[in-house]
């Protein structure tokens, strides 16, 4: 069985589980970055809005202008800088927000597919009593990231893909920080490809569950709507990269007597 057939059975299998334990990061994360976005289109949308001209004046400047000719061209004025940025800055920051869910609810997810938690409750016990690990690797992989999408956008993709076994190696193997990382990228070898399209199918979970949710009324039925398709769906792209981490871990050791994951993974 490959590694998707193996994450769409643990999927249908674990369902409850999975996005019950993953939907404690990912729905408040989820609603404040809804929030922000709903707050800066709301308010650029009032900035924008200019008073009703008076049509009396506006038909005496065109009668004198009949007069005295045609006028000469105007250029149109700038865009509203201000609102300009404070869309940018509110996707930036729900962007933020919900990354940082993402990745919450992936280390939470670790204990569920590798170890043997039963539940939300013994899931996020394991991962937050490796909350300082995991906040030591996560800070200079986001910033690495982050660098590379401004500078040259491709590094830091590249960067993304290389990270993606990071969460599950700082709770099954205990490193964090750099050696995390470094031990991410060594495991990567011919799996990036894999990796991507797990990336590619949580952007594109992404995309359509905004586009679905704007096709709702306006108001919290639009914003539920938004929420629930990506905290129901997340789950599984999360659980392939995990699926994808035990590959090459069984990989590595080149025996038929693949490693016990779950060991480095104590459920209290």
Not at 22 to 35: D, E, K, Q, V, Y
Not at 115 to 123: I, M, N, V
Not at 132 to 144: F, K, N, Q, S
């Amino acid at each position: 069985m490959g590694w998707f057939s193996q994450t769409l059975a643990l999927f249908k299998a674990r369902f409850a589980t999975l996005v019950l334990t993953a939907g404690l990061a990912l729905l408040p994360a989820n609603l404040i970055a809804s929030g922000a976005m709903r707050f800066a289109t709301a308010a650029s949308s009032a900035e924008s809005t200019e008073p009703p001209s008076d049509k009396a004046a506006d038909r005496t400047t065109t009668d004198r202008l009949q007069l005295r000719g045609p006028a000469p061209e105007k250029k149109n004025p700038p865009a509203d800088l201000t609102a300009i940025f404070s869309v940018a800055l509110a996707t930036a920051l729900s962007l933020t927000v919900l990354f940082l869910g993402i990745a919450l609810a992936h280390a939470a997810l670790v204990p569920v597919v590798l170890g043997k938690a039963r539940g939300p409750a013994d899931a996020w016990a394991v991962a937050g009593s490796r909350m300082g690990a995991l906040i030591a690797t996560g800070i200079p992989g986001a910033l690495v990231i982050a660098a590379g999408l401004v500078l040259l956008v491709v590094p830091g993709l590249l960067a993304m893909i290389n990270f993606g076994f990071a969460v599950p190696v700082v709770l099954a193997e205990g490193l964090q920080g750099r050696k995390a990382l470094d031990r991410s990228c060594g495991l990567m070898r011919s799996r990036r490809l894999a990796v991507a399209s797990m990336w590619l199918l949580i952007v594109l979970i992404t995309g359509f569950s905004f586009a679905a949710a704007h096709q709702m009324p306006p108001g919290a039925w639009r914003l539920a709507a938004g929420t629930l398709l990506r905290v129901v769906a997340y789950p599984l792209p999360l659980a392939g990269l995990i699926i994808l981490y035990r590959e090459a871990r069984r990989a590595e050791t080149a025996s038929v007597h693949p490693p016990d994951l779950s060991a480095g993974i104590v459920v209290r």
